[in-house]
């Protein structure tokens, strides 16, 4: 079965930055994307970020282009989201998941019902 380990969650003042990292193994030979999710209180869970394996095309929710960067070391099988300029605003639980694809030519989305592994989440908390 695949597994997520997501860590590297805080405490950060505003403009500060973080880095999370999500750990990934049980994948057999298909293709794959991990991504990044958010769910803040009382708000829906919202797609943040993902990348595909084999070409490591990235997507970026609006809200974080240009401050955070997903990145993969696909050798140690873990995915990173670099986050810079932290807001209040991106106070939140952070999940990774993963998504198992038909091809290589599949779609991308930051849809979560798309979505087939969840990870347990850790917290980012930015102080003002």
Request: charged share 20%; hydrophobic share 30%.
């Amino acid at each position: 079965d695949v597994q997520l380990q997501a860590s590297g969650g805080g405490l950060v003042q505003a403009g500060g930055s973080l880095r999370l990292s999500c750990a990934a193994s049980g994948f057999t030979d298909s293709d794959y994307d991990i991504g990044w999710f958010r769910q803040a209180p009382g708000k829906e869970r919202e797609g943040v970020s993902s990348i595909r394996r084999s070409d490591r095309h990235t997507l970026y929710a609006d809200s974080v282009k240009g401050r955070f960067t997903i990145s993969t070391n696909n050798a140690k099988n873990t995915v990173y989201l670099e986050m810079n300029s932290l807001e209040p605003e991106d106070t939140a639980i952070y999940y990774c998941a993963s998504r198992i694809l038909y091809s290589s030519n599949d779609y991308y989305t930051l849809r979560p019902m798309r979505w087939d592994y969840w990870g347990q989440g850790t917290q980012v908390t930015v102080s003002s």
